[in-house]
C-alpha cells in the first residue's frame, strides 16, 4: 500500500512562491502510481489541483493553475513537489496529495474517486 505525507504549508503575500512536498512510501501492489494535488477551500468542493504520473512525467493541471504552478518529482518515484509561484489569495486552501492505481489520463486526474491513498493536508495561505 502507498502512503503520501504532505509538508511545506504556510502563510504567503499574493505574488509569493511556496512548494509542497509529497514523500511516497510503500509498495507498490498493482502499477506505478500517479500522484495528485488537490485542494479544498472552506465551504467548497476539493478540487484536483495537478498530478503526474511518476513512470512517465506525465503532467496536468487545471486551467486556474496552468502556468502558475508546476508538478515534478524528485526521479526516484519517492517525492513529489508542487512549485507555485503567482500565488493569489484565492489559491488558500488545505491542500492534499493523494495516490491513485496506475496512470490517469485527462479527464481522470482531477476524480477523487481514483485515488485511494491521501495525506492529512497541509494549509497553504494567501493574504492579499
Known amino acids: 500500500q502507498v502512503q503520501v505525507v504532505e509538508s511545506g504549508g504556510g502563510s504567503v503575500q499574493a505574488g509569493g512562491s511556496l512548494t509542497l512536498s509529497c514523500a511516497v512510501s510503500?509498495?507498490?501492489?498493482?502499477?506505478?502510481?500517479?500522484i495528485g494535488w488537490f485542494r479544498q477551500a472552506p465551504g467548497k468542493e476539493r478540487e484536483g489541483v495537478a498530478s503526474?504520473?511518476?513512470?512517465?512525467?506525465?503532467?496536468y493541471y487545471a486551467d486556474s493553475v496552468k502556468g502558475r504552478f508546476t508538478i515534478s518529482q524528485d526521479g526516484a518515484e519517492e517525492t513529489v513537489y508542487l512549485r507555485m509561484d503567482s500565488l493569489k489569495p484565492e489559491d488558500t486552501a488545505m491542500y492534499y496529495c493523494?495516490?491513485?492505481?496506475?496512470?490517469?489520463?485527462?479527464?481522470?486526474?482531477?476524480?477523487?474517486?481514483?485515488?485511494?491513498?491521501w495525506g492529512q493536508g497541509t494549509q497553504v495561505t494567501v493574504s492579499a
Open positions: 493523494a495516490a491513485g492505481r496506475g496512470f490517469l489520463r485527462d479527464g481522470m486526474w482531477d476524480d477523487r474517486s481514483y485515488y485511494r491513498s
Open positions: 510503500g509498495r507498490y501492489a498493482y502499477s506505478t502510481p500517479t
Open positions: 503526474i504520473y511518476l513512470a512517465g512525467d506525465i503532467t
